[in-house]
């Protein structure tokens, strides 16, 4: 089956300092990669996604960039901001019919004022 | 308020007890995914249902089983509860496969 690693699962940043949070997956039929954040107590919730028919994407400050090859993506988070600050899980799916997500371990971002 | 919602927000029970928690799809979500989250630890799949039927299974414990029944909500029974099932559980929906997940507020769910 898939399996998704994800690193660094702690991440300190300065305000205003970028954040890359990166993953790697394992099964090569993968191609829907959706990234969450999930605040303290709270359900998680999609902040962007990408398709295996796209390299990268992009929204606002923050940016998803897929590796097919290396079976690999990231996320980018630039001029981090306080609120920034959550558990941030990445996401490997085969969506040919059935899909099953897979998650990484999640990586905790705190954005230091 | 992602429009899915789930029932009971918190559970206690004992060990050796049996449970059930409630999921109710937005409007017009056919694909409905159980998760389960424990203590500082990531999110594990447990089960998928489109359109009432199974779809896809992940590390569910043979003691679980979902359905999901004709008004689309989803039920997960947690049976011979242990310690260890002490987690929060998530249910989420998608209008199809392979489209955005929407995740309800979770059942925390502890065992003593």
């Known amino acids: 089956g898939e399996n998704v690693e994800q690193h660094p699962s702690t991440l300190s940043v300065q305000e205003g300092d970028s954040a890359v949070i990166k993953c790697t997956y394992s099964?090569?039929?993968?191609?829907?990669f959706p990234w969450y954040k999930q605040e303290l107590g709270k359900r998680p919730q999609l902040i962007i996604d990408i398709r295996s028919n796209v390299g990268e994407k992009k929204d606002q400050r923050i940016a998803v960039t897929l590796n097919k090859t290396a079976k690999h993506f990231s996320l980018h988070i630039t001029e981090t901001q306080p609120e920034d600050s959550a558990v941030y899980f990445c996401?490997?799916?085969?969506?040919?019919?059935?899909?099953?997500?897979?998650f990484g371990t999640g990586t905790k971002l705190q954005v230091i004022p | 308020d992602s429009g899915v919602t789930q029932t009971p927000k918190h559970l206690i029970t004992a060990t050796g007890q049996r449970v059930t928690l409630r999921c109710s799809p937005r409007s017009g979500d056919l694909s409905v995914y159980w998760y389960q989250q424990s203590l500082d630890q990531g999110l594990q799949f447990l089960i998928q249902?489109?359109?009432?039927?199974?779809?896809a299974k992940g590390n569910i414990l043979e003691r679980f089983s979902a359905q999901q029944f004709p008004d689309l909500h989803s039920e997960l029974n947690l049976s011979s509860l242990e310690l260890g099932d002490s987690a929060l559980y998530f249910c989420?929906?998608?209008?199809?496969?392979?489209?955005?997940?929407?995740f309800g507020q979770g059942t925390r769910l502890t065992v003593v």
């Open positions: 249902y489109y359109n009432g039927e199974e779809r």
């Open positions: 989420a929906s998608s209008v199809v496969e392979d489209t955005e997940a929407f």
């Open positions: 996401a490997a799916s085969w969506t040919g019919g059935y899909q099953k997500v897979t």
């Open positions: 099964d090569s039929a993968s191609n829907y």
